[in-house]
């Protein structure tokens, strides 16, 4: 079954300590995203990968870090979490978006608090 | 101008009424085009890609007019499940774009 897995889903921290999302998919997409989405915000691509190595800046990469070593895993590291990245993210993996007709694949959604 | 606008609603739509909504976008360089449906605070799911010729999909309508920069949806004889946020994205220059969604709800 196609799918993109996130961990944890849920989790309540504390100011300052580091902490990482994971986020694996089993389809072989070369792209994969990071998200977070905000009540009156939408969704915001956080950062995104074209592929193995290759890693770019979204709108919203300040506090954040990521990482593609395996083409099946994008984590998300948050160095020193601050109560304004309490969030809702979702990752999301495709073949490749540009072409009309290639699904966008989400995770379920981490819902992070910090406080 | 942000890349992708939509009017967040509600759209307020009695079962087996008709409900059509816009999405505009800025950046002519955009390459592809979808709408996903999200339920309450779960990940979004792909509905349909849209094409400039146009395409349906049972019930479900999208067009693409690059010329004014918009997309658009038609829901036809809504169904109570069709109560959700529908959610407007582009693709273009390595970056997807997100409208913030166009909240439907469906009444009895």
């Known amino acids: 079954e196609a799918q993109v897995t996130q961990n944890p889903r849920y989790l309540i921290t504390v100011t300052g300590k580091k902490l990482t999302v994971t986020c694996s998919q089993n389809?072989?997409?070369?792209?994969m995203s990071w998200y977070r989405q905000d009540p009156g915000l939408g969704l915001r691509q956080i950062y995104y990968?074209?592929?193995?190595?290759?890693?770019d800046k979204g709108d919203v990469p300040e506090g954040y870090k990521v990482s593609r070593k395996e083409k099946r895993n994008f984590p998300l590291i948050l160095e020193s979490p601050s109560p304004n990245q309490t969030s809702l993210y979702f990752c999301?993996?495709?073949?490749?978006?540009?072409?009309?007709?290639?699904?966008?694949?989400f995770g379920e959604g981490s819902w992070l608090t910090v406080v | 101008r942000k890349e992708v606008e939509q009017d967040p609603g509600p759209f307020n739509v009695p079962e087996g009424a008709t409900v059509a909504f816009n999405c505009t976008y800025s950046?002519?360089?955009?390459?592809?085009f979808f709408w996903y449906r999200q339920d309450c605070r779960k990940e979004p799911k792909l509905l349909m890609s849209?094409?400039?010729s146009g395409n349906e999909d049972g019930r479900f309508t999208a067009q693409l007019n690059r010329a004014s920069q918009y997309i658009s949806l038609l829901i036809r004889d809504s169904k109570l499940s069709d109560s959700a946020t529908y959610l407007c994205?582009?693709?273009?220059?390595?970056?997807?774009?997100f409208g913030k969604g166009n909240q439907v709800v469906v009444i009895p």
């Open positions: 389809m072989n997409h070369e792209y």
């Open positions: 999301a993996s495709s073949l490749s978006p540009t072409s009309a007709g290639n699904t966008i694949y």
């Open positions: 990968s074209m592929n193995v190595e290759v890693t």
């Open positions: 849209v094409y400039s």
């Open positions: 950046n002519s360089a955009s390459q592809s």
């Open positions: 994205v582009k693709y273009g220059n390595n970056r997807l774009a």
